[in-house]
């Protein structure tokens, strides 16, 4: 297997030399020298330029017969912040892979959400990322059972089910030969006891990263008895493939460092199946794969934004945990403020939600599903007849799969499907977009707030220099408005 043509082998080398961390998860360094793969930062002696091959992804090394760096832990690092930028069918691949949906509905389900035939999908995803869909999906579930084993006390047996493999000795087999030593050696002698459905993570992100203004704006959106907020601290229910869960995330500020930052999770999951689909949907909730120094340098120089960007570096856009979710919350939020909408939200989980027992006080419901929703008569609904309709409307779209919000269908398709469906306008859709699919460069024109906040700095509505990176603009200027995040507790 030899890598992708897209790489730019001369670029990436100077990359290497640099050692610069802002390619970490673009691109892999396979030394021939050595049989082993590193990530560009690797703190490693800079090997020749003649014994080195550059690969788009993690599972193009393995298949070209390279082992993982004990040193930089290569697969650790977040994913390419070009898949968001782009959003090409390998992105939106990639995404659903990470997701677990090989590992549930196999090659063909992934084909089927991207609108491809599985052979097609297979050549395009070799050529694009080094490897196919089923090479990519191992090379995930590898990475999964490595954090598990060296950062949890599951048991052995529960990290090789939690992270997607079908037997032990599939799971024995692939730690083997991706990293050179038995899950037993990765961990070492810490030993453990199962965990009986908690699971605690160090979810890896790019630094800089303003965790408290990411707290801030989800504990200003809340909704009762979906999530809880704290200081330091925000928590919220999961509604994952095999069950339900929760998660609680120790949400604080990150400095520019060296080293991949990490969030800490912690999980109480029904089905350990499920943890790699937890992980991945909560990492999408942190923007976890944005390349802030990038975005930061870009629009930092901008004469309106640069003292916003100084301000508050590593800014994110608030993702999501459930695509539908979203969509429905932002119906619910049309023309109220943010208060109400949390009032009205929290009045139809409270009454259309499932019950769930959790160990966080405040945590009681999943948020409803579109099925439940869509069965609904919007005279019922604590709104307006016209947006119950739209609700009502938009949850029917999504439950007979009319409209997809899992990041596999390419977003345009999406925003037109959206804006077909009664009630839904260009704001919604544009929201949407940004916040359910991951939309790096989404600006909301209209937005009261907004153009208040441009007049107040003296900008222009003329938002075309921030290209490709308007959301992470609107964020800015969004931010201005927020209440000062809690500080966290002494300990």
């Given at each position: 297997?030899?890598?992708?043509?897209?790489?730019?082998?001369?670029?990436c080398?100077?990359?290497?030399?640099?050692?610069d961390?802002?390619?970490?998860?673009?691109?892999?360094?396979?030394?021939?020298?050595?049989?082993?793969?590193?990530?560009?930062?690797?703190?490693?002696?800079?090997?020749?330029?003649?014994?080195?091959?550059?690969h788009?992804?993690?599972?193009?090394?393995?298949?070209?017969?390279?082992?993982a760096?004990?040193r930089?832990?290569?697969?650790?690092?977040?994913?390419?912040?070009?898949?968001?930028?782009?959003?090409d069918?390998?992105?939106?691949a990639?995404?659903?892979?990470a997701?677990?949906?090989?590992?549930?509905?196999?090659?063909?389900?992934?084909a089927?959400?991207v609108?491809?035939?599985?052979?097609?999908?297979?050549?395009?995803?070799?050529r694009?990322?080094?490897?196919?869909?089923?090479?990519?999906?191992?090379?995930?579930?590898?990475?999964s059972?490595?954090?598990?084993?060296?950062?949890?006390?599951?048991?052995?047996?529960?990290v090789?089910?939690?992270?997607?493999?079908?037997?032990?000795?599939?799971?024995?087999?692939?730690?083997?030969?991706?990293?050179?030593a038995s899950?037993?050696?990765?961990?070492?002698?810490?030993?453990?006891?199962?965990s009986?459905?908690?699971?605690t993570?160090?979810l890896?992100?790019?630094?800089?990263?303003?965790?408290?203004?990411?707290?801030?704006?989800?504990?200003?959106?809340?909704?009762p008895?979906?999530?809880v907020a704290?200081p330091?601290?925000?928590?919220?229910?999961?509604?994952?493939?095999?069950?339900?869960?929760?998660?609680?995330?120790?949400?604080?500020?990150?400095?520019?460092?060296e080293?991949?930052?990490?969030?800490?999770?912690?999980?109480?999951?029904?089905?350990?199946?499920?943890?790699?689909?937890a992980?991945?949907?909560?990492?999408?909730l942190?923007?976890?794969?944005?390349d802030?120094?990038?975005v930061?340098?870009?629009?930092g120089?901008?004469?309106?934004?640069?003292?916003?960007?100084?301000?508050?570096?590593?800014?994110?856009?608030?993702?999501?945990?459930?695509?539908?979710?979203?969509?429905?919350?932002?119906?619910?939020?049309?023309?109220?403020?943010?208060?109400?909408?949390r009032?009205?939200?929290?009045?139809?989980?409270?009454?259309?939600?499932?019950?769930?027992?959790?160990?966080?006080?405040?945590?009681?419901?999943?948020?409803?599903?579109?099925?439940?929703?869509?069965?609904?008569?919007?005279?019922?609904?604590p709104?307006?007849?016209?947006?119950?309709?739209?609700?009502?409307?938009?949850?029917?779209?999504?439950?007979?799969?009319?409209?997809?919000l899992?990041?596999?269908?390419?977003?345009?398709?999406?925003?037109?499907?959206?804006?077909?469906?009664?009630?839904?306008?260009?704001?919604?859709?544009?929201?949407?977009?940004?916040?359910?699919?991951?939309?790096?460069?989404?600006?909301?024109?209209?937005?009261?707030?907004?153009?208040?906040?441009l007049?107040?700095?003296?900008?222009?509505?003329?938002?075309?220099r921030?290209?490709?990176?308007?959301?992470?603009?609107?964020?800015?200027?969004?931010?201005?408005?927020?209440?000062?995040?809690?500080?966290?507790?002494?300990?």
């Amino acid at each position: 297997m030899t890598p992708t043509g897209h790489l730019d082998t001369e670029a990436c080398y100077r990359a290497v030399q640099s050692r610069d961390r802002r390619f970490d998860g673009v691109f892999y360094t396979a030394v021939r020298t050595t049989g082993i793969y590193c990530r560009p930062s690797c703190p490693a002696r800079t090997p020749a330029a003649g014994n080195v091959t550059f690969h788009p992804t993690a599972a193009s090394a393995h298949a070209a017969g390279y082992r993982a760096c004990k040193r930089c832990l290569p697969d650790a690092t977040p994913g390419s912040p070009e898949w968001d930028v782009a959003a090409d069918v390998a992105g939106r691949a990639m995404r659903l892979i990470a997701d677990g949906l090989v590992d549930r509905e196999g090659v063909e389900g992934l084909a089927r959400r991207v609108g491809y035939t599985p052979r097609h999908l297979g050549r395009l995803l070799s050529r694009e990322l080094g490897a196919a869909p089923l090479a990519l999906a191992r090379a995930r579930r590898a990475q999964s059972a490595r954090v598990l084993i060296e950062t949890t006390d599951l048991s052995l047996t529960d990290v090789a089910f939690a992270a997607g493999f079908a037997s032990l000795r599939q799971f024995n087999d692939t730690i083997r030969e991706i990293y050179a030593a038995s899950p037993s050696e990765l961990r070492g002698r810490r030993g453990g006891t199962p965990s009986h459905g908690s699971v605690t993570m160090r979810l890896p992100v790019r630094t800089p990263f303003a965790g408290r203004r990411l707290l801030d704006f989800l504990a200003f959106h809340l909704v009762p008895g979906v999530e809880v907020a704290g200081p330091g601290w925000y928590a919220r229910t999961l509604d994952l493939p095999h069950g339900p869960g929760t998660v609680r995330l120790q949400l604080a500020d990150l400095p520019p460092s060296e080293a991949t930052g990490h969030v800490i999770a912690e999980f109480r999951l029904h089905d350990l199946r499920d943890t790699a689909a937890a992980s991945e949907r909560v990492r999408r909730l942190l923007d976890a794969d944005c390349d802030p120094r990038a975005v930061d340098e870009h629009l930092g120089a901008d004469a309106v934004l640069g003292d916003l960007v100084r301000a508050t570096p590593g800014l994110r856009v608030p993702g999501q945990v459930d695509g539908d979710e979203t969509a429905i919350r932002t119906v619910i939020g049309q023309q109220v403020s943010v208060s109400g909408a949390r009032t009205v939200a929290g009045r139809i989980v409270a009454e259309h939600g499932r019950t769930l027992d959790s160990h966080v006080p405040g945590l009681t419901h999943l948020f409803p599903d579109a099925g439940t929703l869509a069965a609904l008569d919007p005279a019922t609904l604590p709104m307006p007849r016209s947006r119950g309709r739209a609700l009502v409307g938009l949850a029917a779209a999504l439950a007979a799969g009319d409209v997809v919000l899992d990041r596999g269908p390419d977003r345009d398709d999406v925003r037109h499907a959206l804006l077909a469906l009664p009630g839904i306008g260009p704001w919604t859709a544009d929201y949407v977009a940004m916040r359910a699919l991951g939309h790096p460069d989404v600006f909301l024109p209209t937005d009261l707030a907004v153009r208040r906040v441009l007049t107040d700095l003296g900008g222009s509505p003329d938002t075309e220099r921030w290209r490709p990176w308007r959301s992470y603009a609107l964020m800015h200027l969004w931010n201005t408005l927020m209440p000062d995040t809690p500080a966290p507790e002494e300990n």
